[in-house]
């Protein structure tokens, strides 16, 4: 999806009567323009943002009740998007019938092979330097010991209450930062469970969408109570969980364009008394609370020239899907490359299974990914834009204070590696070119269409991912 592409649309006439852009189609989200990009005035939050860029790579998790399914996470619940998301609805049940089964799906929620050490250490093996975590999605099941909803994995309906890992966001973010990453919560700025949003007996009938089922503007006082609860839960996280990072927010029709002002800068700014350094990134909203933008299964065509990071599955759902098909690690490393080359950074999601466990698949593909950047990543991490940034099957990023610059060549399946090679970088003189994870400095010269290196004879003919260059300027 591409940015800016999404068409107008008039949300419909018993919710809100203005012209809004569709933010989200088929669960997956646009993402903002540079031009509405307000950078931050705090300077501990400019300060962050700068180590946010340093970081490079996320391990993203949806995780929650629905898994136990391996349907695509709350949207089945809205009927106006059920077209799509229930695809996967293959038993014989009403609309009805189904959002009932699913909104009992905490009674059945027993991840007893969670282990949040163990996903901790996979994650820091991998080479991951931060956890994206869906503290709720947008069908308001808390992953987190709230005390402001009874639909939490805490209740004493849900069977997992007993166990000693209940507060599953607790003990997962103490876990990872155990292990040196940062912490990103995700929070859905909808709930389609609080009574406050999807309020019964109002006009919408039993017809559920992805807004609330009543106009704000004409029921101020229970759209108030909607807001205190969204203030409360979210300061609650932040006041008892520990350092968080970012508060990385969902649902971007919740908004005041679209009549549903929930008036979120007001409670970030009251986080920041808590937690100065915090991160906002209010996706696909623009303005002073969007500090960073959020391209989804999507990379951009050119690098972006604010703070910004591609969320992308490593299967094709966010949530755990039976017998998912997941990427290649070419495809994984292909990736990353192309986005840090630009500028962003990766959020690499894996959904885990409803045991607890990750999928034998995704632990493969992030041990492998690990045994790349454990070679390479010193040409990921820390890195800025350095042109000419993508060219030609290479990807380039630079350390401007250390006059280092890093090229990468991609290689497709089966493709050879060869003795001579060319670098297309011709932007400075080079005075040493050393392979990634080598100490002895390569033959090179200096052409008019970059730098031409001779590869040790052991290189050539294997069948390599990437094959990364640092360039001494």
Partial sequence: ??????????????????EVEEVVEQGVHTYSSVDSYVPPTEPK?????????????????????????????SWAMSDHDAEWSRRGVDWDVTGKEFKEQYRNLNKTFNPVRFQPDEWAALAKEGGFKYLIFTTKHHDGFCMWDTQYSDYKVTAPDCPFHTNKHTDICANIFEAFRRKGMGIVAYFSKADWHVPSYWAPNMERGDFTWRGPSYKPAEHKELWEEFIQFTHNQLLELCTNYGKIDVLWFDAGWVCEEAGQDIRLGEVVDKIRKIQPWIISADRTI?????????????????????PWESCITMGTSFSFAYEDEYKSIREIVHMLLNIVAKGGNLALNVGPQPDGRLPKNAIKRIKELGQWLNVNGEGIYGTRVCSPYFENNFAFTQKAKEKLVYAFKLYEEEEAVELQMMIPYTEKAVKSVTLLG????????????GIQVTLPEATVGENLVALGFKLEI
């Fill in 438 to 449: 080598e100490i002895t400095p390569l033959e090179f010269k200096t052409t008019e269409k």
């Fill in 45 to 73: 939050v400019i300060e962050h943002l700068e180590w946010f860029q340093d970081q490079k790579l996320a391990l993203m998790m949806h995780w929650g009740h629905y898994s136990q399914l391996g349907l695509v996470e």
């Fill in 1 to 18: 999806m591409s940015e800016n592409e999404q068409l107008l649309e008039v949300l419909e006439e018993t919710t809100v009567e203005v």
């Fill in 286 to 306: 623009g303005g002073p609370y969007e500090n960073y933008i959020t391209p989804e299964q999507c990379i951009p065509s050119k690098p972006i020239p604010i």
